[in-house]
């Protein structure tokens, strides 16, 4: 049975990610810091069709984490499921749109190591897991309006830069692995973090979350991507 990890996994993107890949029967594992979160959603399966008996919730807030909680992540990973055959590297914080020179320093290095740094630790400790898989897939989540639209973007934007170099450095030095290296490079879509900052905004007239999330999965398993008219951006195998 096929088990995928899933970051900021708790509302989402993510949730739809695990909610589709559920309803596939592979095994997901959740992690997100919003523990709450994380239950509620757990709560949803429990009383719905998919089977609550693939899901493991995996409370970890990246911007607290050490290297100890990713070393630990990976033994625990191991130890219940010896190999793991994707991860979708989804977790981001998106703070309000602020010119450079303006931009709260602190908040630079947070958004900066919860966006960027702890990506670079979830790879690299899980890229042994995922070397044992037959076919492992490692998915990057990045956001084509930074590279339209760079303004005002800050931390927010040079992290999702520099997480695409990372996964096409990764992608080049694993070719002769088992593992497929994805970028998702993904355009605008409802969310509860777009919300906030477009608050004028009709998310009724956005891509849902759960078309996403269909639309990654389809072109990350070969399927045939979804027949709509939506402008959803592109996933690119490495």
């Known amino acids: 049975m096929k088990t ?24 997901v594992i959740l992690l997100d810091k919003e523990l709450k979160r994380l239950n509620a959603f757990y709560d949803e399966i429990e ?10 919730l995996y409370p970890m807030d990246l ?15 191991s130890n219940e499921y010896g190999c793991i055959d994707g991860v979708f590297l ?20 947070e958004v900066l190591h919860t966006n960027l740094n702890a990506n670079f630790h979830l790879i690299q400790q899980t890229l042994p897991l995922l070397k044992k898989s037959n076919e492992g897939k490692l998915v990057a989540i990045t956001d084509d309006n930074v590279k339209q639209h760079p303004a005002y973007y800050g931390a927010y934007g040079v992290a999702k830069a520099g997480l695409e170099q990372l996964t ?15 970028l998702a490079n993904l355009e605008t879509f409802a969310t509860e973090s777009r919300g906030r900052l477009f608050p004028g905004e009709n998310p009724n007239n956005l891509t849902s979350a759960e078309d996403m999330a269909s ?8 399927k045939p991507i979804m027949t709509t008219t ?3 951006g592109t996933v690119e195998k490495l």
């Open 90 to 109: 989804n977790a981001a914080t998106l703070p309000a749109f602020t010119p450079i020179e303006h931009f709260d320093y602190m908040q630079w290095y």
């Open 215 to 222: 639309y990654v999965l389809d072109c990350i398993f070969d």
């Open 168 to 182: 096409k450095t990764v992608a080049q030095e694993i070719k002769q692995t088992n593992i497929h290296c994805y």
């Open 230 to 232: 939506a402008d959803f």
């Open 4 to 27: 995928y990890l899933i970051t900021g996994a708790a509302q989402g993107l993510g949730k739809a990610l695990a909610q589709k890949l559920l309803s596939l029967n592979y095994q």
């Open 47 to 56: 009383q719905s069709d998919l089977n609550i008996d693939l899901v493991a």
């Open 63 to 77: 911007l607290g984490a050490n290297i100890d909680n990713y070393k630990q992540l990976t033994e625990t990973l």
